[in-house]
C-alpha cells in the first residue's frame, strides 16, 4: 500500500510562495546582470560625483570583497547615475529636475544613516563611502520595496478580484508583478520598485473606501480616502507620473457634483474629504517644483542672461520645462524612423495596458474575466458591483498613462511604467488561470502563454543589455 506524501498546494502558504519565487527570480536577475559582459559604450558609472565641487569628481572606489562593487557598478546605469549623484550631493544642475525629489532625497537620508551607524558588510571592512553607501542602499531599497509592493498587490486582488474570481486570481497576479517586464529596473537603484509600492498601497486604501462607502461606513471611508491622497502625493514625489492616481478621486467628486446638480443627494462631506485628498496628490508635484522655483528664480534678477525662462511662465514648472528642453519630451517627438524598433518593444504593453483598462472604464472587464470562469456574468451582486466600480476607476490612470507613452513619452518607459498599475495584472492573472485563447485569422492563440514567455524572455535579455550599458532603458 503506497502512502502519497504530503501535496503542496500554492494557495495554502500564499506569502512564503511569493517569497520564494521572488527570491529566485531575482537570484537570476543579478546573475544574468552580474555576468552581462563589459561596461557597455559608457562609463560614467565609474564617475559618480562625491560631495565636492564639481571640478573634483573622483572615481568609484574599488572594493575587493566578492565582486561587490561590480555588482553595484552593473545595477548603476542610466538613470541610476543621476539619482546616485543627486543623492550624494544634491540638485546641482537645471537637468536633475528630471528626477524624483521624494526618491533622491529618501536615498539621501537612507545612505546618510548607513554610513552615520557605520555598518559594515565584512568584518574587518571600512565602512562604504558616500557613493558607494548610495548605491547598496538604492539597490537594498529596490528589492524591498518591490517584495512589499509584491505582497501588497496580492492583498489589493484579495480586496478586488478574489469576491468574483476567488483566491487563485490574487495569487498569479503578485506572482506576475515579480516577473514584471520592468525587469532588472525593480532591482537596480531606480524608482520603479517604490513607485509601486506606494501606489498598490494607495490604491488599497482606495478600495477600502469604496467598500466602506457601500457599507455606509462614513468615518472609515473618509480616513481611508485622505490615506490614499497622501500616499499618491508620496508616490508622485518619486515619479511624476503618480499625479495621475488622483484621477478616480477626482472622478468621484464629478460623480457627486453632478448627484447635487440633479438634486439626487447631498455629500458635501465627502466632496470636502475628496478635495483635501486630491490636493495631497497635486502637492506631491508641487512642493518640489516650488523648491527648485525658491532655488532658480526667487532673488535673481530677470534680466540677468542666465535667468531661467521657465521662471516667467504661467505655470513655472521646472519639470516640465527639463523634459521639454533637455529630454526632449513632447506630443510625437519621439515619433521618428529611428525610434520606430523602440515602439515594437513597447507594442505588447502598450496594447495589453490599453484594451485591458478601456474594458475596465466601460464595465465590461470583470464580467468578461467572470465568463472565462465559466462564473455567472451578473453584477448584480454588491461585492460585484463594488470590484466592477474599483476596476472602472483604477482603470483611468492606466489607459492615461498608456497614451502618453505612444504620443508623448520615450515610449519604451511603458515596460517599466506598467509595473505600477495592477488592472493589466488582474486580467492577465485570469487568462493564465483559465488558459483563455484567442483566434487570429485560422489561428487560436493562448495569449497567456505568449505573454508570460515575452514578459520573462524581455525581463532576462534586457537584465543584460542593462548591466551592460546598452538600451533600452
Not at 15 to 29: A, D, H, N, P, R
Not at 44 to 59: G, Q
Not at 347 to 370: C, D, F
Request: aromatic share 12%; hydrophobic share 50%.
Amino acid at each position: 500500500m503506497s502512502r502519497s506524501g504530503p501535496q503542496w498546494d500554492l494557495r495554502t502558504r500564499p506569502v512564503v510562495t511569493l517569497v520564494g519565487c521572488f527570491i529566485l527570480w531575482k537570484s537570476l536577475l543579478l546573475l544574468v546582470a552580474y555576468a552581462a559582459p563589459g561596461s557597455g559604450y559608457d562609463s560614467s558609472t565609474t564617475l559618480v560625483s562625491h560631495a565636492r565641487p564639481p571640478a573634483e569628481e573622483v572615481e568609484l572606489a574599488h572594493s575587493t570583497c566578492c565582486g561587490l562593487t561590480t555588482l553595484g557598478e552593473k545595477l548603476t546605469r542610466w538613470d541610476a547615475i543621476y539619482f546616485i549623484a543627486v543623492a550624494q550631493r544634491g540638485y546641482r544642475y537645471e537637468q536633475e529636475w528630471a528626477f524624483g525629489w521624494g526618491f533622491t532625497t529618501m536615498l539621501a537620508i537612507l545612505s546618510r544613516g548607513w554610513r552615520l551607524a557605520r555598518v559594515k558588510l565584512w568584518s574587518g571592512q571600512e565602512a562604504l563611502d558616500g557613493t558607494e553607501a548610495a548605491i547598496v542602499v538604492g539597490i537594498w531599497l529596490a528589492h524591498a520595496a518591490h517584495l512589499v509592493s509584491v505582497l501588497l498587490l496580492y492583498k489589493l486582488s484579495q480586496v478586488v478580484i478574489e469576491p468574483s474570481l476567488g483566491p487563485l486570481v490574487p495569487l498569479v497576479a503578485a506572482l506576475l508583478h515579480i516577473i514584471s517586464p520592468a525587469g532588472v529596473f525593480l532591482s537596480a537603484p531606480y524608482t520603479e520598485s517604490l513607485y509601486s509600492c506606494l501606489s498598490f498601497l494607495g490604491y488599497l486604501f482606495y478600495a477600502w473606501s469604496l467598500q466602506a462607502h457601500q457599507a455606509r461606513q462614513g468615518l472609515r471611508r473618509d480616513v481611508s480616502v485622505l490615506m490614499a491622497g497622501l500616499i499618491f502625493g508620496l508616490a508622485t514625489t518619486i515619479r511624476s507620473n503618480g499625479l495621475f492616481n488622483g484621477l478616480p478621486l477626482l472622478y468621484d467628486a464629478l460623480w457627486i457634483l453632478w448627484r447635487v446638480a440633479h438634486l439626487q443627494s447631498v455629500e458635501f462631506a465627502r466632496l470636502a474629504t475628496l478635495g483635501v485628498s486630491g490636493a495631497l496628490v497635486a502637492a506631491g508635484f508641487v512642493v518640489p517644483q516650488w523648491l527648485a522655483y525658491d532655488v532658480y528664480c526667487i532673488g535673481w534678477s530677470q534680466t540677468s542672461a542666465s535667468f531661467p525662462p521657465w521662471c516667467t511662465r504661467l505655470l513655472p514648472s521646472i519639470y516640465t520645462w527639463v523634459q521639454d528642453h533637455y529630454w526632449h519630451v513632447g506630443f510625437l517627438r519621439y515619433w521618428t524612423m529611428g525610434n520606430l524598433p523602440l515602439f515594437v518593444l513597447a507594442a505588447p504593453m502598450l496594447a495589453i495596458m490599453s484594451v485591458v483598462a478601456m474594458r475596465g472604464i466601460q464595465g465590461t472587464l470583470l464580467s468578461a474575466m467572470a465568463t472565462s470562469w465559466d462564473l455567472p456574468s451578473s453584477t448584480g451582486s454588491p461585492a460585484r458591483r463594488v470590484s466592477r466600480d474599483i476596476l472602472r476607476r483604477l482603470s483611468m490612470p492606466q489607459l492615461l498613462v498608456a497614451a502618453l507613452a505612444l504620443t508623448s513619452f520615450h515610449v519604451q518607459v511603458i515596460t517599466r511604467l506598467s509595473s505600477g498599475y495592477p488592472v493589466w495584472y488582474w486580467w492577465l492573472a485570469s487568462a493564465v488561470c483559465t488558459r483563455q485563447r484567442i483566434k487570429v485569422g485560422g489561428w487560436e492563440w493562448d495569449i497567456s502563454k505568449w505573454t508570460v514567455r515575452w514578459m520573462v524572455m524581455y525581463a532576462v535579455v534586457q537584465g543584460g543589455l542593462f548591466a551592460s550599458f546598452l538600451p533600452p532603458a
